[in-house]
């Protein structure tokens, strides 16, 4: 059976096995084919094969045939190649660290005793130092909607892995931002948990006393489903603490207040449409009953400064510093550098940090008073791989702008989607409030999510069809939307998303029958009437586009379509005949609007 690796958020896939459309070893065996097919993108660092996949999947039937309780049964996930799995090698991105794994991370076990598959290790920003995703000899990870750009770091290839439908969440680290910046750069939800409650024994430590297991997934709902099976006080964890001690259950009140930087201080270096997006998802957060208050960042940001100019980088030390002394030509130069300024910090300089961050805390404190949580840009901006390269270090500080202090404040975060910029890159706000409100994030972050989820943010006007020379744009209609189930095979070409547009009132829309996935098919109208209907347009490099549309089946083909602003791109479009019998559902504007009426009616 091949499976369809159309929505693959926990809901939708556990739907497809109760549906019998397709079966868990047809599903994660399908990953691992696409693994397969996408071995020089720079995700993975070691691969389960797939024969071990499927005797994984048959263990698991075995024990959930037995009775037990498998909350998890059927989903792969993936793993930061700084966590340990029992029986495969951990690298932390460093040939040279490798080490075969004895026994699994507390929070791998967790989640595999719950029914889950770990489908391998992930690349990472080597020993989890940087938010850029380029800093290791795996390669670099490619962004999935344009591989020019980088895809942040250090969580890099789990992130990537998520977003590619390798799997169906990951597990990523977090001390400075690496599971919030790899999600806002991937279009994923990227849950940095309170401290301590997610087990660190068999993470290799960034900074032991800031180091946290985080969370890449598709929706809010999964992130919280994942978060409450991996939680567990972890005993051999000396910063482990215990959920109850910590949680404030429940969500936000219907009327929520919330925090924003002063305008002064908030900081998109020239980047207009991260910042156009922020604004637009500002206001989204109040017409959901948040209440805006402009708040004194200044701070947080001083914080942010000494987590990497203060004492705090000594620690990375732990893990790598007997292998920097005896092999330094073993690390990634960016790395090297940071972890060589390490070895100068003095023992009073680590008393004089602690005082100023005790100092900068309950500064912030008095914040808390006045807002339930803060929310800021998970960052103001993105790089290509090129400017990362010309400039490594000053530009990967500025991705850390708005995510550097949370851990030294004790605060727990959560990166939630914001829709699409105007050239086809997601973008995603950060959602933060003080330890043990991971819930309450959560539960407004799903609010706000499902109020943006798949939209581009709005530009002033149509932005220019990129790279005309190299590629062209193709108008998609129906199961190739973003968030539809097909969307998979445009992002896996590296399609990049232009905008999201109307058809000239021209055109007839009906809902086909007998299709899997269910499809549109899109006509012109003979008798020169017609309606608008909603579509997406597509860029996809010339090789792309010719692979895209060899694949293509009957009755559908590709056509010329005119676009509501006069212009013409290639675009699916339906054979008449198969046409018969099939209701027309024109009126509806597009095909996700159609799919909701369908869902409202039950």
């Known amino acids: 059976m091949k499976a369809d690796l159309g929505r693959l958020d926990i809901d939708s896939v556990e739907a497809g096995y109760r549906e019998g459309r397709f079966s868990p070893v047809a599903l994660l065996t399908e990953m691992v084919d696409r693994s397969d097919a996408d071995d020089a993108a720079g995700i993975w660092i070691h691969r389960v094969p797939k024969d071990e996949v499927v005797k994984a999947i048959e263990a698991q039937a075995a024990r959930r045939a037995a009775g037990v309780d498998l909350p998890l049964f059927g989903l792969g996930f993936a793993v930061k190649d700084n966590l340990d799995v029992a029986g495969m090698p951990t690298t932390a991105a460093c040939p040279a660290f490798r080490y075969l794994a004895q026994r699994s991370t507390t929070v791998v076990e967790r989640l595999r005793d719950a029914g889950a598959i770990v489908l391998g290790k992930t690349n990472l920003d080597q020993f989890a130092t940087g938010l850029v995703g380029t800093r290791s000899p795996y390669g670099v990870p490619h962004n999935p909607f344009d591989p020019r750009f980088i895809p942040g770091g250090s969580s890099s290839g789990s992130a990537v892995a998520v977003a590619r439908g390798m799997a169906t969440f990951a597990l990523g680290t977090d001390t400075a931002g690496s599971g919030r910046v790899p999600a806002a750069f991937n279009g994923l939800v990227g849950l940095k948990p309170s401290l301590g409650i997610l087990g660190t024994t068999g993470v290799v430590p960034a900074c032991r006393s800031l180091d946290c297991v985080s969370v890449f997934a598709h929706t809010c709902a999964d992130a919280w489903r994942i978060f409450e099976i991996a939680r567990h006080f972890d005993a051999s964890d000396p910063y482990a603490r215990r959920w109850d001690d910590l949680a404030t259950p429940g969500p936000l009140p219907a009327t929520f207040r919330f925090g924003v930087p002063e305008a002064s201080q908030l900081e998109f270096f020239g980047d207009g449409h991260t910042e156009h997006a922020f604004a637009e998802a500002v206001g989204a957060l109040r017409a959901l009953g948040g209440q805006p208050t402009r708040v004194d960042f200044s701070a947080f940001r001083q914080v942010a400064q000494l987590l990497y100019d203060g004492p705090w980088v000594a620690e990375r030390l732990e893990a790598s510093g007997a292998l920097l002394a005896a092999n330094p030509a073993a690390f990634d130069p960016c790395v090297r550098e940071i972890l060589l300024r390490a070895r100068g910090v003095t023992a009073d300089a680590v008393f004089r940090g602690q005082a100023r961050l005790a100092a900068l805390a309950r500064a912030t404190a008095e914040i808390w008073q006045g807002i339930d949580v803060l929310v800021t840009p998970t960052t103001p901006t993105i790089y290509t791989v090129a400017q990362v390269a010309s400039d490594p270090i000053a530009l990967n500080t500025r991705l850390g702008y708005y995510t550097n202090y949370v851990n030294l404040l004790d605060l727990c975060a959560l990166a939630v989607p914001a829709g699409f910029r105007p050239d086809g890159l997601p973008v995603g706000i950060t959602l933060v409030a003080p330890r043990g409100h991971d819930q309450r994030l959560l539960d407004l972050g799903a609010r706000f999510h499902g109020e943006t989820a798949g939209q581009p943010a709005p530009g002033a006007g149509s932005p220019p069809l990129p790279d005309a020379d190299q590629g062209a744009c193709l108008a998609v209609v129906g199961a190739h939307l973003a968030g539809e189930p097909l969307n998979h095979q445009l992002t896996g070409l590296h399609a990049r998303l232009v ?38 347009v597509w860029w996809l490099s010339f090789a792309a586009l010719g692979r895209f549309v060899a694949a293509v089946p009957a009755p559908l083909c590709i056509g010329s379509i005119e676009l509501e602003d006069g212009s013409r791109v290639q675009g699916f479009l339906c054979e008449e005949h198969a046409l018969r019998g099939a209701p027309d559902i024109s009126r509806f504007g597009g095909w996700q609007a159609f799919l909701k009426t369908k869902e409202d009616r039950g």
């Open 499 to 536: 905008k999201r547009t109307r058809t000239a009132p021209r055109y007839r829309l009906f809902a086909l029958p007998n299709t899997t996935p269910a499809k549109p098919g899109l006509v012109r109208s003979a008798n020169g009437g017609g309606f608008a209907v909603t579509v997406e």
